[in-house]
C-alpha cells in the first residue's frame, strides 16, 4: 500500500491550499481521478458539510456535490432552511475512487488507509473555516472525525475537544439507493430532522 507521501502543505487560507491539494500524492487515488476535489465555500462558513468522496461528475467539475447526491443535499437543505452558499461542503477524501464498468466509472468505497491519508488536508480545512458546526454525511466522513459509528452518533448534536460542535447523519445517496418508495419517504424524513437540528444550532 503507497504510504503517505508529505508534500509540505500548511497552508494559511483556502486559496493555498486548495492550490496545494493539486499536488497531492499522499495515496494512489490521484492516479486515476481527474482532479483533485477541494471544498467550495465562503472562507469562514459557520456550517461545513463533509462528504465522503467526490462521484463521477464532481471528478469531472472539480466541484463537491454537483451531481444526483448532491441534488437530494440541495433539497433536503432548501427544505431545512439551510443556505447552501453559506455553507462550506467538502469531502473526508479529495479523489474519486471507482472502477471501470464499460463506459461507466462505479463509486468505490476509499479503503481506512486512503481516509487516514486524506485527514492531513481535512484538518487543514477546519482548522481555516474553523466552523461553529461539522455536519458528517455518512459514515466515511464521521470515521475521519471520530471512531464513533453512524448508528452510535446520528442526529446527536456533540461538541468536540476544539469547541466545534458536530452532527451525524446519511449520506443523501443511500436515498436514491433505496427501492421503496414508503421507506426512503421515511428516510428522508428522519435526513430533514436531522439537518433541522442543525439550522436550529446555527
Ligand atoms: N458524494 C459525496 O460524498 N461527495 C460529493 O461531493 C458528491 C457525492
Sequence with gaps: QAQPVDIGSDAIDLPSLRHDLTACRRCALHCHATQTVPGTGPDHARLMIIGEQPGDQEDLKGTPF????GQVLNAAMRHTGLDRHSAYLTNAVKHFKFAPRGKRRIHQTPTAHEVDACRWWLRQEIAIVRPSLIVTLGAT???SLTNQTLAQSRGRLTIMENGTARLATIHP?????LPDA????SEEARFHADLQQASKWL
Design 182 to 185: 414508503e421507506r426512503r419517504q
Design 66 to 69: 454537483v451531481g444526483p447526491a
Design 141 to 143: 466522513a464521521l470515521k
Design 173 to 177: 445517496s443511500y436515498l436514491l439507493r
